[in-house]
């Protein structure tokens, strides 16, 4: 794992933005898989900011996020196709077509959890993925559990998640299911690149890095064994790492 601390979320953010635009450059078809949340926000707004002054184009670019809420619509402000839309895919040249977010109110679930993880196939595989980690290390929404997930699948969310995200729901019930790439399709990305910021992260981190492979203590801890994943984090979040 190569580790990278910043002493600012600007300049953390830039280097994710860098990363992206680096694989662009090389590959304007890239596949990359992107994460909903606070960590990226600063990297998309590096993004739109790069490409309003056409240093990059998303025109051959295709995404897949890695997770949604379900039983909630999309229109909801809280839906993960929202944040999407509202802080990338509406500000860069995206194909919507292109612009992919597991429909968490398919009628069947289990259907669309298989044909996102074909469409991920078909598209030749995710050269970066994305990624925050919850406080509980999950990453995408794969809680802990007893062992590692493999596919596109529905969860439940853990009352650790409802607890960080439910302050977006205002006296809305936040829903307590979602529909999440599992830890082997995040897994086959031939990249990972990893934001963390904040004290709240420090444990999930040291965890990730230093801890046991377990899926029970932590999610994220499965990424040692990956051969290109790269952790951008802030001088808290890195503040237990030994
Ligand atoms: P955050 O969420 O980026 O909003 O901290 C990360 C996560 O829970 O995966």
């Known amino acids: 794992m190569k580790i990278c601390v910043f002493s600012d979320y600007t300049s953390l953010s830039a280097a994710c933005a860098d990363g992206i635009e680096t694989l662009i450059k090389e590959k304007p078809d890239a596949v990359l898989g992107l994460a909903t949340g606070a960590s990226p926000e600063g990297a998309y707004e590096e993004l739109i900011r790069r490409s309003r002054a056409g240093e990059l184009s998303f025109r051959a670019v295709k995404t897949f996020n890695l997770d949604e809420y379900c039983g909630l619509p999309r229109a909801d ?11 990338l895919f ?92 599992g830890i082997g399709t995040i897994f086959s990305a031939k990249r990972i690149v990893l934001l963390a910021t904040g004290k709240k992260k420090a444990e999930a981190i040291k965890n990730t890095v230093q801890g046991d492979i377990s899926p029970r203590q932590c999610p994220a801890s499965i990424l040692q064994l990956h051969p290109d994943v790269t952790l951008l984090l802030d001088e808290e979040a890195a503040s237990l790492l030994g």
């Open 90 to 181: 509406g500000h860069i040249d995206i194909a919507p077509e292109n612009a992919r977010i597991p429909d968490g109110n398919a009628p069947d679930l289990a259907a669309e959890c298989l044909a996102y993880d074909e469409a991920i196939k078909e598209a030749g595989g995710i050269d970066l993925q994305v990624l925050g980690i919850g406080r509980n290390g999950h990453i995408g929404f794969n809680e802990p559990a007893d062992a590692f997930t493999k596919g596109t699948h529905v969860t439940r969310l853990t009352k650790s998640t409802i607890d960080a995200n439910k302050r977006y729901f205002d006296d809305n019930p936040m829903p307590e299911a979602a529909i999440t790439m």
């Open 77 to 87: 402000r809280n839906s993960y196709y929202s944040f999407m839309w509202e802080h």
